[in-house]
């Protein structure tokens, strides 16, 4: 049975959530405000540069003089610093909000315990840590971008269901596992994330073009590893129509909507790359491919979510699909005749 704190803290999850399309890059964050064990206000944070949470819980209050006995529900700690608006801490002061419950601690560097404390030294009860595990999946992206200071790594792939990725080619189609539905969600995991990457190998046979098609919501930020530059300029992902970021050991100069980053591959490239991509604010990577860049990953252990479609087709030969090891939590869901296993780290 669960308590009456985690109650709360399960409707502040409910309303943040409904901020994923729009808050990012800040955290989705809900908030709910009770007096005397009901309900009196809600919010989240809809939009990046709009209301935070807490203020559009506390608006939300038909009689503001019941907040000097309520107590608010946050599912991140209240900010303490001035950015695109003033600190939600100083607000619940000065609202005189006696009970702050605060879900998790914000890792952001302006953050990180200075809103817990503001409350506290302002004499307010806090108590943090309620559905903390929750709290922290909900916002997964925003908190591995500033505590590891790179993106939410997603590798993602679908195989046949004898393992492999692919027959082996060296022109020709690609072996299409995908159904319009699942193609439809794939696309929807295309909207969700910053940026989109492949290698050399699939972005020359494959030729993709990167884009959401099958779905509502922007395009990713397209990124290819293409060392030595051996892609021709004929590729959808030189259309220009995109923002895209090639990986390349020579120098370029850029073109409209085409930037050349050059790095070290003789040394630790993935990193590089990533600290690259975390220098331009990308909280979330999707890596879809081919099988050489999805292994590096692996082996680098540099992932933090897998996302894999088996098809019931079966190759008997071919590309063999990649393999990962002593994941931490697994689940596998089967939909449209296809099953999808989710690993995570």
């Not at 990012?24 to 990046?48: F, K």
């Not at 082996?168 to 910053?194: C, N, W, Y």
Request: net charge neutral; aromatic share 8%; with cysteine.
């Amino acid at each position: 049975m669960i308590s009456e704190e985690e109650k709360y803290m399960r409707r502040c999850l409910e309303l943040a959530a409904n901020g994923f399309a729009g808050a990012t890059p800040n955290p989705m964050v809900g908030a709910v405000v009770v007096c005397d064990g009901r309900i009196i206000g809600e919010g989240y944070h809809v939009r990046y540069g709009g209301p935070h949470a807490e203020v559009n819980a506390i608006r939300s209050v038909r009689d503001e003089a019941s907040l000097g006995r309520s107590t608010i529900y946050v599912s991140l700690e209240p900010c303490s610093h001035y950015g695109k608006t003033p600190p939600c801490a100083d607000l619940l002061i000065a609202k005189g909000i006696p009970r702050v419950v605060v879900g998790c601690q914000d890792p952001f560097p302006e953050v990180a315990g200075r809103g817990i404390g503001k409350l506290r030294a302002a004499g307010r009860e806090v108590v943090v840590g309620v559905l903390e595990k929750e709290c922290r999946h909900l916002n997964r992206r925003f908190i591995t971008f500033h505590t590891k200071r790179r993106p939410y790594i997603t590798l993602k792939w679908a195989q046949s269901a004898d393992g492999f990725i692919d027959r082996q080619r060296v022109g020709g189609q690609p072996v299409i596992f995908s159904t319009p539905l699942t193609t439809m969600l794939a696309h929807k995991r295309r909207a969700e994330t910053d940026a989109i990457m492949v290698g050399t190998h699939t972005a020359l046979l494959d030729n993709p073009s990167l884009t959401v098609r099958h779905w509502y919501g922007r395009d990713p930020l397209r990124v290819v590893v293409d060392r030595n530059l051996l892609l021709p300029p004929d590729r959808h992902l030189f259309d220009h129509t995109v923002p895209t970021l090639v990986f390349t050991a020579r120098e370029r100069c850029p073109e409209e909507n085409l930037t050349y980053v050059t790095i070290d591959f003789g040394g630790d490239s993935l990193s590089a790359m990533m600290d690259v991509l975390y220098q331009r604010g990308v909280q979330s990577l999707l890596v879809e491919g081919g099988s050489l860049l999805l292994r590096s990953f692996i082996d680098a252990g540099l992932w933090d979510e897998a996302y894999v479609e088996q098809s019931p087709v079966r190759l008997l030969s071919g590309v063999e699909a990649p393999v990962i090891d002593g994941a931490s939590d697994s689940r596998t869901e089967s939909r449209f005749g296809h099953h999808f296993l989710i690993l995570t780290r």
